[in-house]
């Protein structure tokens, strides 16, 4: 994306429900108007940045920008998965990302197996990639000044 790093926020959404159990990795899904918001020419793909759910700790993320070819999504969608373990689901919640980087075009994986080894793969280069805080400390000061 040429607009990186790339601010967005807003309410967390039900999907279909299939991130976590069949994948693995649950993703918070962003409504409808946050997708339509995106730059126009934004590449689909796998980014790495930050995440903070209100106005909680700022966290590594990886997000997925797309159609799921995996899944046959008719609808683009931008679903974050947080690296936390949170003691309970936020949905409803506002969810603050700053998009840092992209890291790999959306896959059709073979199977469910694939998919999850994937995923696994892009967690640990998002990881390798966020070793600089300086982005958090600026979602942390953006979204406390915005939900002041
Ligand atoms: N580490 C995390 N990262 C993202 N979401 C989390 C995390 N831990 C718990 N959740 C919760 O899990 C929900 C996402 O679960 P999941 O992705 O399985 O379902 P869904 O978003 O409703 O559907 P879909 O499968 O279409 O994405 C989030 O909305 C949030 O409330
Ligand atoms: C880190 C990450 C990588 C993903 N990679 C793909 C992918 O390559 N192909 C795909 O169809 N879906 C991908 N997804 C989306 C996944 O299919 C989606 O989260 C589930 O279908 C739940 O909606 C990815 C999601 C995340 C969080
Ligand atoms: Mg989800």
């Given amino acids: 994306m040429r607009h990186l790093p790339y601010f967005c926020r807003g309410q967390v959404v039900r999907g279909f429900g299939r991130g976590s159990k069949q994948l693995g990795i649950p993703t918070a899904n962003f409504p409808e108007q946050v997708v339509d918001n995106l730059p126009a020419d934004v590449s689909t793909g796998i980014y790495y940045g930050w995440a903070s759910v209100g106005s909680g700790d700022v966290h590594k993320m990886v997000v997925s920008i797309g159609w799921n ?55 640990k280069d998002a990881l390798r990639c966020l070793k600089c805080n300086k982005l958090s400390q600026y979602l942390k000061h953006r979204a406390s000044s915005m939900s002041a």
């Fill in 69 to 123: 070819p995996y899944y046959k999504n008719t609808k683009k969608s931008m679903e974050t998965h947080i690296m936390h373990t949170f003691e309970e689901d936020f949905y409803g919640e506002i969810l603050n990302v700053a998009i840092v980087g992209y890291l790999r075009p959306e896959k059709n994986f073979d199977s469910l197996v694939q998919g999850t080894r994937e995923n696994a793969v892009v967690n």
